[in-house]
């Protein structure tokens, strides 16, 4: 990898780190379903104008059908866990939380799309497992119901992600593939699609006791366009120049950003649960994301040298 490409793997995991910190300013003051819905808004809109720059066709090639469901799996229903979360939860949990993306691969990858459970992925869910049960007991915040809920509702949320990842490949890169600037454009599309309605019912019968100030609103312009439109793009230039595996290691990298963040700006407090869950999240992702040896190549070394 070139020292920029170390550079724009940073800058991604900055930017995905500060939504939950942008996504915890203005969820407590819109509710959870209007931070949602405006993000989801305000990403397909910004991703229009960024295509439009590029001069990029609209030509779905026959699946626009298939992007917009995978828009409500990969952003709509994951976007409203975050913004409901945002409301239980502080911004470094919801980052370390969601780095458990590659773990709930796993588990549905075996459940439900036939993908091998390989010992070092079985022991990467179980020492994920033990990072969020420690991070979410011995955190800054009391255990309580709020804090389980807060932690299910990112878990719902990488779980979808998870599952978007086995269905991207089905319905779109085993069919030929197509431009990842168009999926992104669509799947926001598809969010939009589907969280409009029950924002407008919402809006109608419940509506927000406030609409915010211009904190909240620029809290919102920030999620939706520089960490979810400009940031998708950017993760989707990395697969292309260093690859899909190599660009996941930015799940190692949001956590420290979404704490960093929380400490910096919402007065957050660090203990030594960010420290432990944490790294025991970590930890666990680095055995599901690192290749494990070939077994034909396992029993080649094994067998001894003859000469």
Request: net charge positive.
């Given at each position: 990898?070139?020292?920029?490409?170390?550079?724009?793997?940073?800058?991604?995991?900055?930017?995905?780190?500060?939504?939950?910190?942008?996504?915890?300013?203005?969820?407590?003051?819109?509710?959870?379903?209007?931070?949602?819905?405006?993000?989801?808004?305000?990403?397909?809109?910004?991703?229009?104008?960024?295509?439009?720059?590029?001069?990029?066709?609209?030509?779905?090639?026959?699946?626009?059908?298939?992007?917009?469901?995978?828009?409500?799996?990969?952003?709509?229903?994951?976007?409203?866990?975050?913004?409901m979360a945002a409301l239980l939860?502080?911004?470094?949990?919801?980052?370390?939380?969601?780095?458990?993306?590659?773990?709930?691969?796993?588990?549905?990858?075996?459940?439900?799309?036939?993908?091998?459970?390989?010992?070092?992925?079985?022991?990467g869910v179980l020492v994920g497992?033990?990072?969020?049960?420690?991070?979410?007991?011995?955190?800054?915040?009391?255990?309580?119901?709020?804090?389980?809920?807060?932690?299910?509702?990112?878990?719902?949320?990488?779980?979808?992600?998870?599952?978007?990842?086995?269905?991207?490949?089905?319905?779109?890169?085993?069919?030929?593939?197509?431009?990842?600037?168009?999926?992104?454009?669509?799947?926001?599309?598809?969010?939009?699609?589907?969280?409009?309605?029950?924002?407008?019912?919402?809006?109608?019968?419940?509506?927000?006791?406030?609409?915010?100030?211009?904190?909240v609103w620029l809290a919102l312009?920030?999620?939706?366009?520089?960490?979810?439109?400009?940031?998708?793009?950017?993760?989707?230039?990395?697969?292309?120049?260093?690859?899909?595996?190599?660009?996941?290691?930015?799940?190692?990298?949001?956590?420290?950003?979404?704490?960093?963040?929380?400490?910096?700006?919402?007065?957050?407090?660090?203990?030594?649960?960010?420290?432990?869950?944490?790294?025991?999240?970590?930890?666990?992702?680095?055995?599901?994301?690192?290749?494990?040896?070939?077994?034909?190549?396992?029993?080649?070394?094994?067998?001894?040298?003859?000469?």
């Open positions: 990898m070139r020292p920029s490409d170390y550079v724009r793997l940073l800058l991604l995991a900055a930017l995905w780190g500060a939504s939950f910190l942008f996504m915890r300013v203005a969820a407590p003051v819109l509710g959870a379903l209007p931070t949602a819905f405006f993000r989801v808004l305000i990403a397909a809109v910004g991703l229009f104008v960024i295509l439009a720059m590029f001069k990029t066709r609209h030509d779905f090639q026959g699946k626009l059908g298939a992007t917009l469901v995978l828009g409500v799996i990969n952003s709509g229903i994951p976007f409203l866990m975050y913004s939860l502080p911004a470094g949990y919801s980052a370390i939380l969601n780095a458990t993306t590659p773990l709930m691969g796993v588990v549905i990858g075996s459940m439900f799309f036939n993908d091998t459970l390989t010992p070092k992925k079985a022991a497992l033990m990072g969020i049960t420690l991070l979410t007991t011995t955190g800054p915040v009391s255990f309580t119901s709020t804090v389980v809920m807060g932690a299910l509702a990112c878990l719902v949320a990488t779980s979808c992600y998870g599952a978007a990842g086995f269905l991207t490949r089905q319905w779109i890169a085993d069919k030929g593939g197509l431009d990842a600037k168009l999926v992104a454009f669509g799947s926001q599309i598809g969010a939009t699609l589907f969280l409009a309605p029950f924002f407008g019912i919402s809006a109608t019968v419940n509506p927000p006791a406030s609409w915010g100030d211009s904190t312009l920030a999620v939706g366009f520089v960490c979810t439109a400009c940031a998708y793009i950017l993760y989707f230039r990395l697969i292309a120049d260093i690859g899909p595996v190599r660009s996941l290691t930015v799940t190692f990298l949001i956590p420290p950003f979404g704490v960093l963040w929380g400490v910096m700006f919402l007065d957050e407090h660090l203990s030594a649960g960010h420290l432990y869950g944490g790294g025991l999240i970590c930890l666990a992702v680095w055995f599901v994301l690192s290749k494990s040896k070939p077994r034909a190549a396992r029993k080649a070394n094994d067998s001894p040298a003859t000469t």
